[in-house]
């Protein structure tokens, strides 16, 4: 089990990327706060034998998604949200690069809350398939298939958007 | 629709270390266009600061410990619960065969047939006790089928 102190240093060095990543998925800031405290607390009940960070870190990850996950199984049977709906915590930030950040959060609403997951695994958390398959519970291959897909979808709202010229700028 | 080079290309974009190769091979390669295109739009998505301050990680221990208290204390709880009743039917039962003594020779006595008349012939203590069962059962059966 961990002690404080080493939760506190494994704490420290993941939970801005981690809010992060859930912000990114759910796309609303309270929602993302819940999941984020619950995930933490989940983790430390589990009473984790590993120090290994790496392993650590996939856990939690497996946590989060999972609940957020379960959000969403339970808000598909109430009612479906549009894409439009959901809160864009990317304006949150100052102007600058305020506009491409929000462009390229609405083209990640485009993707089913899976793909966005995988999305941000893979091109930010640096996650390689496997370890994505791991924490998602899905194959190996199915993460390779939907990250294509993932990736096609983005690029076409990209050059929708036009925010392939702004990158390549 | 995979690239030996991806992952290369992908740290790359990341760190922003790229060898002259590696950068001749990504502009090139149409499936190391596309991650690279991918992953610097989410490198640029990820750069944003989070909108508040996060919880200390005093806060969160502190909530694991109050649930882990909780988890213990719903065991115990049950525990305790499965204990008490165990016990309460013992109890009744060795004060029916204590009032009943031809009710316990008749079972352990192996006539054959379970000895009803005898139960039933002085049956008020007895219909009593089940009756306590009963009443004992409804009001904790909550304790029994909740959720933990």
């Known amino acids: ?26 796309h609303d800031t309270a929602l993302a706060d819940d999941i984020f405290q619950e995930s933490y607390v ?45 809160e864009d915590f990317s304006s949150h930030n100052p102007a600058g690069e305020t506009e491409l950040r929000s462009d390229i959060g609405d083209a990640l609403k485009h993707l089913a809350p899976q793909q966005r997951s995988m ?4 091109y930010v958390e640096e996650y390689s398939h496997r370890e994505i398959a791991g ?28 925010i392939t010229q702004e990158l390549g700028s | 629709m995979n690239c030996p080079q991806e992952s290369f290309v992908l740290h790359a974009v990341r760190s922003n270390e790229w060898t002259s190769e590696l ?43 109050y649930a882990r208290k909780q988890e213990r204390i719903s065991t115990l709880d049950m525990v305790t619960l499965i204990a008490m009743s165990a016990a309460g039917v013992m109890g009744l039962a060795g004060l029916l065969f204590w ?31 089940v009756g306590a069962l ?3 059962w409804f009001l904790t059966r909550d304790s029994f089928f909740a959720e933990r």
């Open chain 1, 1 to 26: 089990m961990l002690d404080e102190s080493t939760f506190s240093s494994f704490y420290d060095r993941t939970k801005a990327p981690f809010w992060k990543y859930i912000a990114a998925m759910v």
């Open chain 1, 42 to 86: 989940r983790f430390l009940q589990s009473r984790i034998e590993s120090r290994n960070d790496v392993q650590m870190k996939s856990y939690l990850y497996r946590i989060a998604s999972n609940l957020a996950h379960d959000h969403w199984r339970k808000e598909k049977h109430r009612s479906s949200v549009s894409p439009d709906e959901l």
């Open chain 1, 119 to 122: 999305v941000w695994l893979a």
């Open chain 1, 135 to 162: 924490i998602l519970k899905v194959k190996e291959q199915s993460v390779k298939v939907l990250l294509y897909r993932a990736r096609q979808k983005l690029l076409e709202v990209f050059k929708v958007k036009g």
């Open chain 2, 23 to 65: 950068r001749a091979h990504a502009e090139s390669c149409p499936h190391c266009q596309e991650i690279v295109l991918v992953t610097t739009a989410m490198k640029r998505f990820s750069n944003i600061d989070v909108p508040h301050s996060l919880p200390s990680h005093r806060l969160i221990w502190m909530k694991a410990q």
């Open chain 2, 99 to 129: 009032r009943f003594p031809k009710l316990l020779g008749g079972i352990l006595g192996g006539t054959g047939s379970f000895p009803w008349s005898t139960m039933f012939s002085g049956g008020t203590p007895f219909i009593a006790a």
């Open chain 2, 134 to 136: 009963l009443v004992v």
